[in-house]
């Protein structure tokens, strides 16, 4: 999941689900979430299977039964993310257990594995990111998939007397399950906002605004001042949707949301949320507070507009301040912004989309899975957790880890809003399990309403009938959450 460069989808491409985006951002401590497990499908083999590697003893400081010397093979998406991240970790296990290790950086995960998965030959370990990655629910139901259970049990790599479980983010865990098996760990975390200049909105004594209505009256003065309020990937407007469906979410409340996954009938069109959210957008480009030609970029030429100062707004994840560096000045002061008020909201000023990421898979039939879950405990050790941060200005799942450190613009700004928002989180499964649906089909309808193409009503309306029709194909695996 995941994407290129986070994503350099080939252009002309770029669907997927970028919930799992090689996005990011991470944690500080706050109260345990109720997250639906990613993929609400059928556990994998077993709970507590033990690896089949020829493992050596189990040692305190062996504690997975690594065998010395036994070469290890990481299959590493290679988008926004890069992956020199899981070659410095790949480094340390070298280093530890004197075995060679095998890396390839890719953007074709599932192409590239597919075959060798049906072949009974899958490598060890895997970051299964971007737009071509491999069905994970498959996978799972085949038995493909290493309980990550005896990972989670495991001491930490900091703190001997504190297992793995319990220095990860709680929403990690509960993601990261098929049914009660653990076997995806999500390694990073993505903020999802409205991004902005910080540089730009003090020079011109402009506030981040904290209501729909609010933000109206901003982009009147922001036009005046001749410059676009707005700009988006109209190439992809699904990018759009990181915003929209969230912002749904905070006004009609979650339990309205889940009824939008669940794929409900009338789930749109009985939704106070949507009306108010759908209506803003459409008045947005009724006054023409798009840039100019914003239905023609991907989402780069949309983020480098944005970085020129052609824009003040972008709606994206925490992914774009490493994929969006090249263009950006050094004293942009990169921040994004909770989401913003509307009327009667069921969830409090100052909520944020905030979701696990970038999921990690450890072959069971792989050669060395002992291996391949000790590669992923290194990289939740704090040294690791910090270099993320570091190499690619996002957090991960470890908590705290970046406590003390200098944050990028970026990744300060979406972990004071995370920190902000304390549990007041938004975690959306729609884009994830219908991906089809929502970056084609209702992405359609977004860029023709951004484009002043369609009204609000008829919006709203053909949105419920594609998600109806989704509902009623056979062919299309269904999936349900409660929270």
Same mark, same amino acid.
């Given at each position: ?135 994970? /629910? ?23 007397? =504190? ?11 509960? +993601? ?18 409205? #991004? ?33 309020? #707005? ?10 949707? @990181?915003?929209? @469906?969230?912002?749904?979410? +905070? ?5 309205? *949301? ?9 789930? *749109? ?15 947005? %480009? ?19 507009? *944005? ?11 925490? #992914? ?47 050669? /060395? ?15 690791? %957790?910090?270099?993320? %941060? ?21 990744? %300060?700004?979406?972990?004071?809003? @995370? ?13 994830? #399990? ?26 709203? =309306? ?22």
């Amino acid at each position: 999941m995941g994407s290129t460069s986070a994503h350099n989808h080939p252009e002309g491409v770029g669907r997927r689900d970028l919930i799992k985006r090689s996005a990011a951002l991470g944690l500080i401590t706050v109260p345990t979430m109720s997250f639906l497990s990613a993929c609400a499908t059928g556990g994998g083999g077993g709970s507590d299977k033990e690896t089949k590697a020829a493992g050596a003893e189990k040692t305190e400081k062996n504690p997975l039964g690594v065998k010395q010397g036994a070469p290890l093979e990481a299959f590493i998406f290679k988008g926004g993310l890069g992956d020199q991240y899981a070659k410095d970790a790949e480094a340390d296990f070298k280093a530890t257990y004197g075995a060679e290790v095998k890396h390839t950086g890719t953007q074709q995960v599932g192409p590239k594995l597919t075959p060798r998965f049906a072949g009974g030959n899958p490598p060890d370990v895997i970051d299964n990111s971007g737009a071509d990655h491999l069905d994970m /629910n498959k996978l799972s139901t085949q038995g493909q998939l290493q309980d990550l259970g005896q990972l989670l049990d495991a001491p930490s790599l900091d703190d001997p007397a =504190k297992k793995v479980r319990d220095t990860i983010h709680p929403s990690t865990i509960e +993601k990261g399950k098929h049914g009660d098996t653990f076997d995806v760990l999500y390694y990073a975390f993505t903020i999802y906002g409205t #991004w902005y200049s910080q540089k730009l909105l003090e020079s011109k004594g402009w506030a981040y605004p904290k209501t729909l209505d609010e933000m109206v009256t901003l982009c009147g003065e922001i036009k005046k001042a001749g410059i676009a309020p #707005w700009t988006y990937a109209g190439k992809f407007p699904y990018y759009v949707h @990181f915003n929209l @469906f969230a912002q749904i979410a +905070k006004i009609g409340g979650m339990e309205g *949301w889940i009824a939008i996954d669940n794929l409900e009938p009338n789930a *749109w069109t009985k939704n106070d949320g949507v009306k108010q959210v759908v209506e803003h957008y459409e008045e947005l %480009a009724a006054k023409k507070y798009f840039l100019e030609g914003s239905q023609g970029l991907t989402h780069i030429q949309s983020q480098t507009a *944005w970085n020129k100062g052609k824009a003040v707004f972008i709606p994206n994840g925490s #992914w774009v301040e490493n994929e969006a560096a090249p263009t950006t000045p050094a004293d942009f002061g990169m921040a994004v912004g909770p989401l913003f008020d509307g009327s009667g909201d069921k969830m409090p000023h100052g909520t944020l989309r905030a979701e696990p990421s970038e999921p990690y898979l450890v072959s069971a039939k792989g050669k /060395n899975p002992a291996g391949g879950m000790e590669l992923l405990r290194i990289m939740l050790s704090k040294k690791h %957790a910090q270099n993320f %941060a570091t190499k690619v200005k996002s957090l991960t799942c470890v908590m705290d880890a970046t406590a003390g450190m200098t944050l990028s613009p970026g990744l %300060a700004s979406a972990s004071k809003v @995370f920190k902000d928002a304390g549990t007041n989180l938004i975690s959306l499964q729609l884009q994830e #399990w219908y991906p089809a649906l929502t970056d084609e089909k209702i992405g359609g309808l977004t860029g023709q309403l951004l484009a002043g193409e369609l009204k609000a009503a008829e919006w709203i =309306k053909k949105t419920q009938e594609e998600c109806d029709k989704v509902a009623k194909d056979s062919s299309v695996a269904k999936f349900k959450r409660t929270a």
